[in-house]
């Protein structure tokens, strides 16, 4: 289906940290764009490593960041070690009037609240084979300081916490396996009924909704 006729979907995509979500919406991306694309949060926390402005966030002062509050103008946002995250109102706004869906990282607690404003998005919880795994691609990832690698290992055991209100779980086991099922559900997603209303205007004789 061409990528103009359709919405674009919303894909809140969730994980204790290592468990590789990362690596998953990347292969997936890399599979599927541009009908897909990762959306770019804000954030008050300090920019990492090589990350850019406007490509892995937007890195905002906290005054700014409480002006998009007070203006209404995020969808969601949490405070996460101590800096606030969010999505703006604009970046979803945006891919769905060009039709692309929108693969939204976030916690748990963001998850909630576009559920709640979103009704049709879709909650993916992407879980390691088990939490001895998730310990070792932490310690192995090789990124991170140990007491950002605690930080990360005890936040990980809180957010799965908010597992219930995820529609889909992927087990991060074999990678190959784990990417299929995630571009099944983006897949799948695109041929729900309320995606296909091009397709049914075309056929009068069926009842139109
Ligand atoms: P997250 O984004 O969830 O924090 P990453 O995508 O950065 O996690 O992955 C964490 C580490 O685990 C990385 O070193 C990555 O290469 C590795 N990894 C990801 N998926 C798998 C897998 N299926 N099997 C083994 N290692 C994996
Ligand atoms: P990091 O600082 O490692 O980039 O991200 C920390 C946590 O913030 C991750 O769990 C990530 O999913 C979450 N996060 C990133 N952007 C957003 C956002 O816009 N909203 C919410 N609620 N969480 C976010």
Redesign the pocket.
Known sequence: MSIETRPGNLLVV?AP?GAGKTTLCRSVIERLEPTIRYSI???T?PPRGNERNGVD?HFVADAEFDRLIGENQMA???T??G?R???SRAEIEDSQARGQDLF????G??AVQIKKLFPQAILIYILPPSLADLRDRLLRRGSDAPAEIERRWENARR?LAFLPNYDYIIVNDILSEATRGLEAIVLAARQRRENMQDAIRRFPAAPQS
């Open positions: 969730t940290s949060s804000h954030t926390r966030y969601e946002w949490a996460i070690h800096h995250y969010g999505t939204l990282d976030i916690e607690q963001g957010e």
